[in-house]
């Protein structure tokens, strides 16, 4: 696995680019980033995006199809808890509208970790 701690990103003075806090890829391709937030500014599932966003960047090389894609995993660790459900994690998943059993799988995952959210609620509501 190769781990980069503050991978910067920000190399562009018009668009705002991520820091990624550690970014990583295993042996089998996956991209992952781990970030801590602190403080809660109401804009994770944003913030979330545009991080995944500059993932996107590696994961398909030009030669690739994109069935060759490679996964893409964001975890935000959080000392608060952002839907206030006291659950340990959230994670955040597509689905079609209207259709919440059909599941969209497009290579991404994204998780909010509540470090102060009770395990034991984990189970599904």
Known sequence: MTVKHEADE????????????V???????TIYDLEMQSQNHHDIERR??????????????ADQSFSERHQ?????????DVYNLNRSYYKLIP??????EIL???GE??????LKGDASKQGRP
């Not at 920000?10 to 806090?21: E, L, W």
């Not at 970014?23 to 391709?29: H, S, V």
């Not at 995952?109 to 509540?114: A, C, G, W």
């Open 109 to 114: 995952t994204n998780v909010i970790v509540n």
């Open 104 to 106: 969209i799988d497009n």
């Open 23 to 29: 970014y990583a890829e295993d042996e089998r391709g």
């Open 72 to 80: 893409t995993v964001i975890l935000f660790l959080c000392d608060h």
């Open 10 to 21: 920000k190399k562009n003075a018009v668009y705002h680019g991520p820091r990624f806090d």
């Open 95 to 100: 689905q079609l509208e209207g259709y919440p």
């Open 48 to 61: 979330m995006a545009i991080y995944q966003g500059k993932l996107e960047n590696q994961a398909l090389y």
